[in-house]
């Protein structure tokens, strides 16, 4: 076959191309048509019960997992008074520092009470380090409709099994009363 | 395999062991005779798993989990709780299948009731019972049925919690109680799947040794208000260190997260403390982060202080030190809580910098007999009488002091001297005590201030009998005669002061015609010594033996002293606070350095910032006279030690004393060594009159003579905030006897009141077996400070009555 003068046979790549289709991906103006996979560890995020009680007990596994030692976490004692989450213990301070997570999900599995799982948001970058360490508030999860802000009590009548065999569904009436304005 | 420790089942000391031969897991050992398995097992390197066997508790085989198979038993047997016996065949989990299948039975038992309880658990993460589980457990649970549960946690005390639920039945925590401690507060309830761990009804865990309780608990059963949920092992690093608050010497274990003390544990010292403390050493820490001053501080000409950087200070304090460098007319006064390099480094600025000799340790009821006593007795003493010196010898003679309250390690140590039967304790106190209850001692009746002349008046004592001279022997005339007199007899003493500072204070030469190593300032070969280590020209230093903290009190009051150094001294333990303060007042210039705000640094003219015991490292000299250095638990503080501070306020006077860094001091020291000398030349002072009277036995019926000390957990600074700790403090009352308060018509319970002609305390009574002529009452405890609202001490006269007084203000 004979073969085309070199400096032509170089563009036909180049000419191939303009007949296909692009696969330019217009992010940032369209970023809602290209999802993460299912399964992409984004942002992590902090869960509540369905009554807007936190589900992190403080106890640190997931800053033990972690291979990068991004996470910090100091447990303290829920009371009477100021409940955050079912049972004795909660998660006052709670840290990842974003400059150190490879988002490799270890602290997820190491997590007791399924407390902390990932989002899929990945817009993580700054300009600040300071701001790339995340605090409890910036990673608890949106309160959803039923949820009140701890601190508020439990659900009367109930203790922290039924709250973990899923038996509370939504916040009563008992528990908003008590609710301090914010 | 000798220095085998083989626990109380084993042979007592001084007879020759007999030594066997068994075989443990195909592999020979030759053992003295009745060695426990589980430990000649662990001289093999085999762990057999277990959670009740605990080297100085007696064997219980509770928890049944380090069963072994023993050739020629029907059944698997507890390797903790049966000792080895000749031609004994032993298969432990690692050869014998029978033995490793019934450890994993023993595991899924102890783990039915088990709460999932790890994440919230204190002990997760150094858990034996997560280890075990995972080295002799199965792999999956069969268990599906509900837990047992109990409400949680139980408050045995303010300062310790029980989760029942977490609890093994190990009965490590009944058997402290019971065996070592003597406190037998706790105790297994109920049986079978019930058995659980409990108080009785309105009866408090009341023990000041109760934080080794949940130390030794091998699951997180037993937990600490104050470390509950602080944080997880691997967030710890941990130093060993060494207790500041008495004289024991405790060795701990300091865990700090982020520059932050999260909690102490005893740590391991078969000399001193073997594996024990006390709850104070454990638990009083929070002090180290409170409110600490962390900037210099200068006094402005409105009278205020300001903040200022440390070379503004320090010159500034060298400006307002020239007139008193002129005169010599300074002093030094420090507590007796300092390390001995920062003792040493006050005595050698003192003599050197300021030329003064008017320096003392003692802020608290001392006398002339007294530093006497110390200069001659203790100042220059070789190490000893030791704790096992002590717990070996035939007789024991407590005088002046109560062991639970000011050293209690040393009450757990003769405690289990006199368990084993090695030694008897004898006690001269006007007040029968928990402490010889727990001693088992005889308690020989001294009114208060009489405990010399009952001394002197007993028979001989035994060779080698130790006596034991407490923090109030200073008040009490006449004793240290008879002491002397015992001495001369052949007795040993162990002068026993309460804090940890005070023996390392003395060794420094922090008391007036002393200079380090027990050396007499007087003597001019000690002074040449001296001289020459600190390198300066020994005619510079004073020839003159100085003022003592009475004498420098009431100088500095009358407006004598142009400068006063004052360091770690609490107003509210000097004999008369009043005067103290007064002298404050009336000093020409007065420079404090101190770790947080206090009476002195509110007079202050400069005060500068020091370091506290975690940030620095030291040496404590326990009452034996043992050296107890210790690292920096926190290395990234920047604050600076006492010794720094003075080295860089004796460049800038212009008189330098070397870097006095902890080496610096230490090798300085070291070169110099204890005064060698003999007697002879010990020359000084000739004791004064001690200031009591001597005491004529009863009075007319109110008048009293008052018994006091310090309970150990009181209303001391070292032990604030811990909440938790002060409400295991206990009550504040007034004790008399039966008959005494029968005589003035006192009735338990009822408002008592003690009063000298400054004032008066008013608590409940408690009807006592004590003396008939004494009153006692705790010295520094919440509602109780006597020598605040008394000014008086130990032995003083004081006037006992039905009610509340109104308080003559004073
Ligand atoms: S995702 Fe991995 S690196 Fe990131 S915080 Fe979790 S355990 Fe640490
Ligand atoms: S997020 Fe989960 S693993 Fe981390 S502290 Fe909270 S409960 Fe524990
Ligand atoms: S005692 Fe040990 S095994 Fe039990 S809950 Fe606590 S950490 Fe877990
Ligand atoms: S509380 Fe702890 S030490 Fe006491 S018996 Fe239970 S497991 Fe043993
Ligand atoms: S360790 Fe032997 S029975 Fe508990």
């Known amino acids: 076959m004979p073969s085309l003068p070199a400096p032509l046979s170089g563009f036909v790549t180049t000419f191939v191309t303009m007949f296909k289709k692009p696969t330019t991906e217009q992010y940032p103006e369209q970023r809602d048509q290209y999802p993460p996979a299912p399964r992409f560890h984004g942002r992590h995020q902090l869960n509540r019960h369905p009554d807007g009680l936190e589900k992190c007990v403080g106890c640190e596994l997931c800053a033990w997992a972690c291979p990068a030692d991004a996470i910090y976490v100091e447990g303290?004692?829920?009371?009477?008074?100021?409940?955050?989450?079912?049972?004795?213990?909660?998660?006052?301070?709670?840290?990842?520092?974003?400059?150190?997570?490879?988002?490799?999900?270890?602290?997820?599995?190491?997590?007791?009470?399924?407390?902390?799982?990932?989002?899929?948001?990945?817009?993580?970058?700054?300009?600040?380090?300071?701001?790339?360490?995340?605090?409890k508030e910036q990673l608890l999860a949106p309160l959803l409709p039923g949820m009140l802000p701890p601190p508020h009590p439990m659900v009367p009548g109930t203790d922290e099994q039924d709250y973990y065999a899923g038996r509370v569904t939504t916040a009563v009436p008992e528990q908003e009363v008590t609710v301090a304005p914010q | 395999m000798t220095a085998l420790a083989s626990g109380p089942a084993g042979p007592s000391a001084g007879e020759p062991e007999a030594l066997v031969t068994a075989v443990i897991d195909d592999v020979a050992v030759r053992v003295p005779v009745n060695t426990l398995i589980i430990r000649a097992a662990e001289l093999l390197g085999t762990w057999i798993p277990r959670f009740c066997d605990h080297p100085?508790?007696?064997?219980?085989?509770?928890?049944?989990q380090c069963l072994v198979q023993i050739d020629g038993m029907p059944k698997p047997q507890p390797a903790c709780a049966i000792g080895l016996t000749d031609g004994m065949v032993v298969r432990t989990q690692a050869t014998s299948a029978v033995a490793a299948e019934a450890q994993?039975?023993?595991?899924?038992?102890?783990?039915?009731?088990?709460?999932?309880?790890?994440?919230?658990c204190d002990k997760g993460g150094e858990c034996p019972l997560q280890n075990q589980a995972m080295s002799s457990g199965r792999p999956t649970s069969r268990f599906t049925e509900p837990k047992r549960t109990f409400p949680k946690p139980l408050a045995l005390s303010s300062q310790v919690l029980l989760d029942r639920e977490r609890c093994v039945s190990c009965a490590r925590c009944t058997r402290f109680s019971d065996q070592i401690a003597g406190d037998p507060f706790i105790d297994l309830l109920e049986r079978g799947s019930a058995q659980q761990v409990g108080i009785g009804d309105g009866v408090p865990f009341d023990s000041y040794f109760s934080g080794n309780t949940i130390q030794i608990c091998p699951v997180g059963a037993l937990t600490s208000t104050s470390y509950r949920f602080r944080s997880r092992p691997f967030d710890l690093v941990s130093t060993p260190t060494v207790c500041e608050h008495c004289a024991a010497g405790c060795a701990l274990r300091t865990d700090l997260r982020r520059g932050q003390v999260m909690r102490r544990l005893a740590w391991e010292d078969p000399?001193?403390?073997?594996?024990?403390?006390?709850?104070?050493?454990?638990?009083?820490?929070?002090?180290?982060?409170?409110?600490?001053?962390?900037?210099?501080?200068?006094?402005?000409r409105e009278g205020v202080l300001q903040r200022a950087s440390w070379s503004e200070a320090i010159a500034h304090a060298a400006r307002l030190l020239a007139p008193a460098l002129e005169h010599g007319r300074s002093a030094v006064l420090t507590g007796g809580r300092l390390t001995w390099e920062d003792a040493c480094a006050y005595g050698r600025f003192a003599r050197t910098v300021l030329g003064t000799d008017d320096v003392d340790f003692r802020n608290r009821p001392a006398s002339a007999a007294e530093a006497e006593f110390l200069r001659s007795h203790v100042a220059a003493a070789p190490l000893g009488p030791t704790y096992d010196e002590i717990c070996e010898a035939p007789l024991v003679m407590v005088v002046a002091t109560d062991l639970e309250d000011e050293c209690p390690i040393l009450l757990l140590r003769l405690r289990a001297a006199v368990r084993r039967g090695s030694t008897q304790v004898a006690e001269i106190s006007p007040v029968a005590t928990g402490a010889q209850r727990k001693l088992s001692a005889t308690r020989v009746n001294a009114t208060a201030g009489q405990e010399g002349a009952v001394l002197a008046a007993l028979n001989a004592f035994p060779a080698g009998t130790v006596i034991i001279l407490g923090e109030r022997a200073a008040t009490v005339p006449g004793l240290f005669e008879a002491v002397g007199a015992r001495i001369a007899a052949g007795a040993r003493v162990a002068w026993l002061p309460r804090r940890a500072g005070e023996r390392g204070a003395l060794a420094a030469g922090l008391l007036p015609g002393l200079l380090p190593g027990g050396r007499p300032l007087l003597d001019p070969a000690?002074?040449?010594?001296?001289?020459?280590?600190?390198?300066?020209?020994?005619?510079?230093?004073p020839t003159a033996p100085g003022r003592d903290a009475a004498g420098i009190t009431e100088a500095a009051a009358a407006g004598e002293l142009d400068a006063l150094i004052v360091a770690g001294v609490d107003t509210r333990d000097a004999p008369d606070p009043h005067a103290l303060r007064a002298a404050l007042a009336g000093a020409g210039v007065l420079i404090s350095l101190e770790q947080r705000h206090t009476e002195v640094t509110a007079q202050a003219d400069v005060v500068l910032p020091v370091a506290a015991v975690t940030e620095k490292a030291g040496t404590f000299l326990d009452f034996e006279g043992r050296a107890r250095p210790f690292p920096a638990?926190?290395?990234?503080?920047?604050?600076l030690t006492d010794a720094r501070v003075l080295a860089l306020?004796?460049?800038?006077?212009?008189?330098?004393?070397?870097?006095?860094?902890?080496?610096?001091?230490?090798?300085?020291?070291?070169?110099?060594?204890?005064?060698?000398?003999?007697?002879a030349t010990r020359s000084a002072p000739p004791p004064r009159a001690g200031r009591p009277a001597a005491v004529t036995g009863a009075q007319d019926a109110g008048r009293l003579r008052l018994a006091t000390w310090h309970t150990l957990l009181d209303a001391g600074v070292l032990q604030r905030p811990e909440p938790g700790l002060a409400g295991t403090q206990r009550p504040a009352v007034v004790r008399l006897a039966a008959a005494t308060a029968t005589r003035l018509n006192l009735t338990a319970g009822s408002p008592c009141t003690v009063r000298t002609e400054h004032g008066a305390?008013?608590?409940?009574?408690?009807?006592?077996?004590?003396?008939?002529?004494?009153?006692?009452?705790?010295?520094?405890?919440?509602?109780?400070?006597v020598r605040t609202a008394l000014r008086a001490a130990h032995g003083d006269e004081v006037t006992v009555e039905a009610g509340h007084a109104p308080v003559v203000s004073s």
């Open chain 1, 76 to 135: 303290a004692d829920n009371t009477e008074a100021e409940r955050f989450s079912p049972g004795e213990r909660y998660g006052r301070v709670y840290q990842i520092n974003y400059l150190r997570c490879i988002f490799c999900g270890l602290c997820i599995e190491a997590c007791p009470t399924r407390a902390l799982t990932m989002t899929h948001e990945y817009e993580l970058a700054d300009s600040d380090r300071g701001r790339l360490i995340y605090e």
């Open chain 2, 56 to 64: 100085l508790l007696d064997p219980v085989a509770a928890c049944r």
């Open chain 2, 633 to 639: 638990a926190d290395r990234q503080s920047g604050a």
């Open chain 2, 271 to 300: 000399a001193v403390n073997e594996e024990w403390n006390c709850d104070k050493g454990r638990f009083a820490f929070t002090y180290i982060s409170h409110e600490r001053i962390t900037e210099p501080l200068i006094r402005d």
């Open chain 2, 761 to 785: 305390i008013t608590l409940p009574l408690v009807i006592t077996e004590m003396d008939e002529a004494t009153v006692w009452l705790p010295t520094n405890s919440p509602g109780s400070a």
């Open chain 2, 649 to 679: 306020l004796a460049d800038e006077i212009g008189r330098p004393m070397g870097a006095q860094t902890v080496a610096a001091v230490r090798a300085e020291q070291v070169g110099l060594g204890r005064w060698q000398a003999g007697s």
């Open chain 2, 104 to 120: 994993a039975g023993v595991m899924e038992f102890l783990l039915i009731n088990h709460p999932l309880d790890c994440p919230v």
């Open chain 2, 526 to 541: 000690a002074r040449a010594e001296v001289g020459r280590a600190w390198g300066v020209d020994p005619s510079l230093l």
